[in-house]
Every structure is written in structure tokens, then in C-alpha cells.
T-cell receptor, first 114, second 111 residues
Framework: DVKVTQSSRYLVKRTGEKVFLECVQDMDHENMFWYRQDPGLGLRLIYFSYDVKMKEKGDIPEGYSVSREKKERFSLILESASTNQTSMYLC?????????????FGPGTRLLVL | GEDVEQSLFLSVREGDSSVINCTYTDSSSTYLYWYKQEPGAGLQLLTYIFSNMDMKQDQRLTVLLNKKDKHLSLRIADTQTGDSAIYFCAEKVRGYQKVTFGTGTKLQVIP
């Protein structure tokens, strides 16, 4: 059974803390994505990576950075957490291709910044 | 850039049909997806259609595409309480890796 795991289901942090969210996939897929999900706004792409050490900004990269040192692992970093980063964070991955490749999602991390 | 829009909420009675609507903006060769998100979980693909198709049926699910109006719909026949979830429409332009998601429609099924 294919798996996408995220390091935490729930996380509580304080304003100004550095926060690491980890995502691991066992599907050997090239593409990995980080989204945040907010009510009424749907999923918004923060960053994605199409290969090891490669990254591309999504629609809302401000306040975030990412790291992809290994193919199976994609980390999202909040350099200095703020209350407006309270959200559900979803990791996804897909094979590289030009057709209708599916994205496979992790269960999400609900982050609360106090 | 791509923009995908959905209504936020739909309520139906168990056994009725549900129709969830979506509009998209890109006019290129496009894949259009429906994903389902159950409470506390990530998204799971239900079905997808390429923009050269008009319709796709898979058991209780029917996807209809109106290319002229850039309108996509998902019909769920005989809706069950287990269908209660958030349904996301999404768009992927052929040749690109990025997917654009809509706001999601929360489907409530009343027993």
C-alpha cells in the first residue's frame, strides 16, 4: 500500500519559533508539493519540487522555505512562525509526466501558532 | 494563470442525487480532476477527465464537461451518508506539473 506520511498530525507552536514539517513518500515519485488549506480558500500551493535539491515557488511562498535533500523527503520550514500561518498543511506527490498524473496526499498537519 | 471556482456548500437527502459544480479558466489542453477529502484526512482522487472528453462515468459518479462554458460537474447518484465530505475540483494543464485546486464544496448528506 502506497504511503505518504507527515511528521505530525497536530502541532502547537509559539510566534517566532522555527517550525519544521516533514513529508515522506515511498512511491519513488519525482514531484512533491506543499499546500496549505484554509476554509473558503481551498488548497493553495506554497512550494513544489520536481527533483532532489530543486524547488519552485508556488502561489504563496512568503514566510516559508523548503528543503529536498533526498527524493523521498520534502520539508517545509517556517522560519519565524506567525499567527497567520495557523492552518492545515498538506503534502502531496506525483510522478513526473505530461499527462493526467494523480497527486497523492498525506493526512495533513494541523498547525496552531499562538 | 488558472483559476478554479466552486460553491462552498451543498446539502442533499440520502438517496437523492448530488451535483457539484466547478468552473475553470484555462483554455489549453487540460486535465480536470475531482478529489474527495473526508474529515481529518488528506485528499483522495475520485476521477478525472481530459478536456477532449464530454463525459465520464464510474459507478455512481458521472463527470460532465462543458468546454464552451468551461464548466465541470460531478454527479453522485444515490447519495449516501458516507459521501459526506469536501469535494475539490482541480485543473492541470498538459505538459505542466502544477495542479490548481478550487475552494472545495462541502457536501452534507441528511439521513
Amino acid at each position: 500500500d502506497v504511503k505518504v506520511t507527515q511528521s505530525s498530525r497536530y502541532l502547537v507552536k509559539r510566534t517566532g519559533e522555527k517550525v519544521f514539517l516533514e513529508c515522506v513518500q515511498d512511491m519513488d515519485h519525482e514531484n512533491m508539493f506543499w499546500y496549505r488549506q484554509d476554509p473558503g480558500l481551498g488548497l493553495r500551493l506554497i512550494y513544489f519540487s520536481y527533483d532532489v535539491k530543486m524547488k519552485e515557488k508556488g502561489d504563496i511562498p512568503e514566510g516559508y522555505s523548503v528543503s529536498r535533500e533526498k527524493k523521498e523527503r520534502f520539508s517545509l520550514i517556517l522560519e519565524s512562525a506567525s499567527t497567520n500561518q495557523t492552518s492545515m498543511y498538506l503534502c502531496a506527490n506525483s510522478p513526473r509526466g505530461t499527462g493526467g498524473e494523480t497527486q497523492y496526499f498525506g493526512p495533513g498537519t494541523r498547525l496552531l501558532v499562538l | 494563470g488558472e483559476d478554479v471556482e466552486q460553491s462552498l456548500f451543498l446539502s442533499v437527502r440520502e438517496g437523492d442525487s448530488s451535483v457539484i459544480n466547478c468552473t475553470y479558466t484555462d483554455s489549453s489542453s487540460t486535465y480536470l480532476y475531482w478529489y474527495k477529502q473526508e474529515p481529518g484526512a488528506g485528499l483522495q482522487l475520485l476521477t478525472y477527465i481530459f478536456s477532449n472528453m464530454d463525459m465520464k462515468q464510474d459507478q455512481r459518479l458521472t463527470v460532465l464537461l462543458n468546454k464552451k462554458d468551461k464548466h465541470l460537474s460531478l454527479r453522485i447518484a444515490d447519495t449516501q451518508t458516507g459521501d459526506s465530505a469536501i469535494y475539490f475540483c482541480a485543473e492541470k494543464v498538459r505538459g505542466y506539473q502544477k495542479v490548481t485546486f478550487g475552494t472545495g464544496t462541502k457536501l452534507q448528506v441528511i439521513p
